[in-house]
């Protein structure tokens, strides 16, 4: 059965600092996506990572992908307060999987 | 272009009584998933459908929940009775083929939240 961990699951940081969060997952998959949710608002997509050592960038948000370890980091550069949210991976088995989530909040 | 349309927004209703959301996929869109989301979790899959087809429900409670999709484009999920535990955000999403080689996400509607008291 596919189980996705993230860490951390809170996380309070100030402006201007980079830090990781975390995503691995227990059985072997190849599709793993990030999304974005503001309190009260549904999911947005983030990125679609489809292979082994993808990347992708999009502004300050940087997510990979290992296959072969089993994990995933979306990567914070330079935070800023509009970053703000829970980030949720997930990750595609035999049915899409979510972590729990990892409540961002950047201190301005 | 339209994205995923879900109603009500809110919805509440007492305990035992019966409720029913209804959801609307981008146009073209086969598969179509619902999930539940508790506060301060991720999403929760109850069921995925391909065109008109319940291809994974095993995370329905069918005593109680029922869903629908008739010729394969809106859907609906139906709570009968509702329990208090039954209180969550229902999401819908929809995506282009789950087995696409270009694995395409599922899009998600604005979710329907579900209080029972």
């Known amino acids: 059965e596919l189980k996705v961990e993230q860490n951390p699951l809170f996380l309070s940081m100030q402006e201007g600092k980079n830090y990781t969060i975390y995503c691995n997952y227990s059985?072997?998959?190849?599709?793993l996506y990030w999304y974005r949710q503001d309190p009260g608002k549904s999911l947005e997509s983030l990125f679609v990572l489809l292979s082994n050592g993808a990347v992708k960038q999009e502004g300050r948000l940087m997510a990979s992908l290992d296959t072969k370890a089993r994990l995933s980091t979306l990567h914070i550069t330079a935070a800023v307060h509009d970053l703000s949210a829970t980030y949720f991976c997930a990750v595609v088995g035999d049915k899409i999987i979510f972590g729990k989530g990892t409540r961002l909040h950047i201190l301005p | 272009e339209a994205g995923v349309v879900q109603s009500p927004r809110y919805k509440i209703i007492e305990k035992k009584q019966p409720v029913a959301f209804w959801c609307n996929p981008i146009?073209?869109?086969?598969?179509l998933y619902w999930y539940r989301q508790n506060l301060g979790q991720g999403p929760e899959l109850l069921i995925r459908y391909e065109n008109e087809e319940a291809v994974d429900d095993s995370q329905l409670p069918k005593d109680r929940f029922s869903a629908e999709r008739l010729k394969g484009v809106d859907s609906t999920l139906k709570i009968q009775p509702a329990e208090l535990g039954d209180s969550a955000v229902y999401l819908c999403?929809?995506?282009?083929?789950?087995?696409?080689?270009?694995?395409?996400?599922?899009?998600f509607g604005q979710g329907t939240r579900l209080t029972v008291v």
């Open positions: 999403a929809s995506s282009p083929r789950q087995g696409s080689i270009w694995g395409t996400e599922a899009f």
């Open positions: 059985t072997t998959s190849d599709r």
């Open positions: 146009s073209g869109h086969n598969t």
